[in-house]
Every structure is written in structure tokens, then in C-alpha cells.
């Protein structure tokens, strides 16, 4: 790996525990990228699907996705419709074609393939190279920046998370009962953690945060002042 030259933050954690919605917002108040890397295994689902690929097939997949250019931005003024980032593929905007149900089972498929997980490790690697970033996922902590300047393991209890979930959902308009979002939920979480490549874990020097009992606006002022405290002194 090339060595860095920018600032950091890793952030791994399970479905729902809210990771998206603080990595966007610390960026914000650091001034940051964010990174969603979940955003480019749904762009691989997407290619594959596109491509009439059978999504078990990483021979095919993988070269493909390394072609691709999957570039990530933060949303400019005309694209504050709700969305956390922007996700170009080959200057296409697939920011909400990547949130259908299709492609987030899709996503989950293409993500235990050894040799997709290698091609979109590399090009979040070198997004990372040279500009600050908070960079959320599930094997950022380990595997993507293991030098992370700051490691965070964000969780919260199963119930909670599935609460966020299935509120998240009513407020979208699909009609879900409870009992089946937290069902979903335990299922990719069992997924995530006993995949055989990179599955979900916690780190020696992770900082753990339980966001079960405490807000997210609580959540995104520790973080920023811990990394303005690791300035101060750094
Ligand atoms: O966070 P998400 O739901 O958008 O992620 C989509 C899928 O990609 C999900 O099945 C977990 C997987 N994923 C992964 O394996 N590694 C990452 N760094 C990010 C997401």
C-alpha cells in the first residue's frame, strides 16, 4: 500500500447501528469526504445485473468492476434529496437505482467473492490515499485502512437497530411489519459476521461506541472531538 497523506477515520459496524448517518454528518463538521463503501458492492450488484451476470460468478464480475469507475461525492446543492452521498458509475448517477431491493440482496451476494472484494478494496485504498476521510463499511478497521488515524467499532443492541430500520422503512412508505425487519436484520448480521472472507469484527484498537442509549447528534460531537483532541495534540 502506498503511503498515506491524509487524515483517516475508519468506521465498521452492523445493519443499522447508524453509520451512514454519522460518518456523513462528522464529515461534514471536519470538512471531510465520506465514503460508503456498502454504496460500491450494491454498484457491483448493479454492474452484474445490468450485465445479465450470474451474481455467483466473480470470474466474470471482477474484471468488470475493476473497468468501472465508481467515483464518490459529497452531494452538491441540486442533490439534497435525502441522499447521504452521491455514486457515479462511469459518470452516471446511480445513487438511488443502488437502494432497490434487487440490488441490496444483490449486494450481499457479490460481496463473499474474494476477487470482487480485492478489486473494490484496492480503489477505496486509493481513494483514501490522499484526501481526509471518514470511511464506513465492514472490514475498513482491518482490512481497507488498517492505519487508520482513528478506528471506531459503531454497534447497538439488535432490537434497537431493527426499531431504526423499520421506522427508516415506514417513513419510505413500505408497509413492513416489525417481526420481518428484525428477522432481516439477525440474518445479515449472521451473514456479515460468518462470511469466510473479511467477515465483521472488532478490532484490538477499536473505539467501541454503543449508540443504543445515547442520540446520534451525541454520537457525532465524541467523535469530532476526539479527532479535534488528536489535532490538538498530534
Ligand atoms: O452497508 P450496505 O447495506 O450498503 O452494504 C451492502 C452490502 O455490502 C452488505 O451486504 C454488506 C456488504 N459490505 C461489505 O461486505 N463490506 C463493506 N466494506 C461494505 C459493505
Given at each position: 500500500?502506498?503511503k498515506?497523506?491524509?487524515?483517516?477515520?475508519?468506521?465498521?459496524?452492523?445493519v443499522?447501528a447508524?453509520?451512514?448517518?454519522?460518518?456523513?454528518?462528522?464529515a461534514?463538521?471536519?470538512?471531510?469526504?465520506?465514503v460508503d463503501?456498502g454504496?460500491?458492492?450494491r454498484v457491483?450488484a448493479?454492474i452484474?445485473?445490468?450485465?445479465?451476470i450470474?451474481?455467483s460468478?466473480?470470474d466474470?464480475l471482477?474484471p468488470?468492476?475493476?473497468?468501472?469507475?465508481?467515483?464518490m461525492?459529497?452531494?452538491n446543492?441540486?442533490?439534497k434529496d435525502?441522499?447521504?452521498t452521491?455514486?457515479?458509475?462511469?459518470?452516471?448517477d446511480?445513487?438511488?437505482?443502488?437502494r432497490?431491493?434487487?440490488?441490496?440482496?444483490?449486494?450481499?451476494?457479490?460481496?463473499v467473492?474474494?476477487?470482487?472484494r480485492?478489486?473494490?478494496?484496492?480503489?477505496q485504498?486509493?481513494?483514501?490515499?490522499?484526501?481526509?476521510?471518514?470511511m464506513?463499511?465492514?472490514?475498513i478497521?482491518?482490512?481497507?485502512?488498517?492505519?487508520?488515524?482513528l478506528?471506531?467499532?459503531?454497534t447497538?443492541?439488535?432490537v434497537?437497530?431493527?426499531?431504526?430500520?423499520?421506522?427508516?422503512l415506514?417513513t419510505k412508505?413500505v408497509d413492513i411489519?416489525?417481526?420481518?425487519?428484525?428477522k432481516?436484520?439477525?440474518?445479515?448480521d449472521?451473514?456479515?459476521?460468518?462470511?469466510?472472507?473479511?467477515?465483521?469484527?472488532?478490532?484490538?484498537?477499536?473505539?467501541?461506541?454503543?449508540?443504543?442509549?445515547i442520540?446520534?447528534?451525541?454520537?457525532v460531537?465524541?467523535?469530532?472531538?476526539?479527532?479535534?483532541?488528536?489535532?490538538?495534540v498530534g
Amino acid at each position: 500500500m502506498a503511503k498515506k497523506n491524509s487524515f483517516q477515520i475508519a468506521i465498521d459496524g452492523p445493519v443499522a447501528a447508524g453509520k451512514g448517518t454519522v460518518s456523513r454528518l462528522v464529515a461534514d463538521k471536519l470538512g471531510f469526504l465520506y465514503v460508503d463503501t456498502g454504496a460500491m458492492y450494491r454498484v457491483t450488484a448493479l454492474i452484474g445485473i445490468r450485465n445479465q451476470i450470474d451474481l455467483s460468478n466473480q470470474d466474470q464480475l471482477a474484471p468488470l468492476v475493476k473497468k468501472a469507475t465508481i467515483h464518490m461525492r459529497n452531494p452538491n446543492s441540486q442533490e439534497k434529496d435525502g441522499r447521504l452521498t452521491t455514486v457515479l458509475l462511469d459518470n452516471e448517477d446511480v445513487s438511488w437505482v443502488i437502494r432497490t431491493e434487487d440490488v441490496s440482496q444483490g449486494a450481499s451476494k457479490v460481496a463473499v467473492h474474494p476477487q470482487v472484494r480485492s478489486v473494490l478494496v484496492e480503489k477505496q485504498q486509493q481513494i483514501a490515499l490522499e484526501q481526509d476521510v471518514v470511511m464506513e463499511g465492514r472490514d475498513i478497521t482491518y482490512r481497507v485502512l488498517p492505519q487508520a488515524d482513528l478506528k471506531i467499532y459503531l454497534t447497538a443492541n439488535d432490537v434497537v437497530r431493527a426499531k431504526r430500520r423499520h421506522h427508516d422503512l415506514l417513513t419510505k412508505g413500505v408497509d413492513i411489519e416489525f417481526d420481518e425487519v428484525y428477522k432481516d436484520l439477525l440474518e445479515r448480521d449472521h451473514r456479515d459476521q460468518s462470511r469466510s472472507v473479511d467477515p465483521l469484527q472488532i478490532v484490538e484498537d477499536a473505539w467501541v461506541i454503543d449508540t443504543s442509549d445515547i442520540s446520534i447528534q451525541q454520537v457525532v460531537a465524541l467523535i469530532v472531538s476526539k479527532v479535534e483532541l488528536m489535532s490538538t495534540v498530534g
